[in-house]
């Protein structure tokens, strides 16, 4: 099956840019999300790609998909306090795959 | 809508008692996925349901976990005979599968914590 991995912890000043890399196993993975927690909280939708997408782009955030080395990053620009959280990434594999995450990468940023 | 909605956000339960959650999704999406989030981990898939027929279930989800759907609208899980290691914040997410694209939208989960 599908195995997700991410750096556990970022630290990044405010203003910096953030990024946040994931690697995956699953070569059929169609759809690649990237949720936001907050602590206590449920995950939020950020953004995702289309695995025929090498970018995407939306507003602060960038995301770039390496699909030969089966690589995901997220940039966030302007690094804010209000983004600091967890942030997951899911890959979802072709057919009615449930969505697979790794443990997260825990945000800090530092004002 | 006000997006997917989960009660109870917090449960204290001792061992051996039976819970209940419930899930009700954004309107008029057909699919409905329960995932377990333990501490330090992302969440684990349970069991999905498109409209009210369960498809899929997890090999987490033992005998003493059961789903319904029962109108393909909200959704329960109840967890029968609890153990410590059930607690667990427990994650309904809703989706409205078109073809390929399908979009998870999460509820704020269910915190529980057994004695």
Known sequence: GEDVEQSLFLSVREGD???INCTYTDSSSTYLYWYKQEPGAGLQLLTYIFSN???????RLTVLLNKKDKHLSLRIADTQTGDSAIYFCAPRGSGNTPL???KGTRLSVIA | DTGVSQNPRHKITKRGQ???FRCDPISEHNRLYWYRQTLGQGPEFLTYFQNEAQLEKSRLLSDRFSAERPKGSFSTLE???TEQGDSAMYLCASSLAAGAQE???FGPGTRLLVL
């Open chain 2, 18 to 20: 039976n819970v209940t």
């Open chain 1, 53 to 59: 997408m090498d970018m995407k782009q939306d507003q």
């Open chain 1, 100 to 102: 697979v995450f790794g």
């Open chain 2, 103 to 105: 979009t998870q939208y």
């Open chain 2, 79 to 81: 967890i029968q005979r």
């Open chain 1, 17 to 19: 840019s953030s990024v």
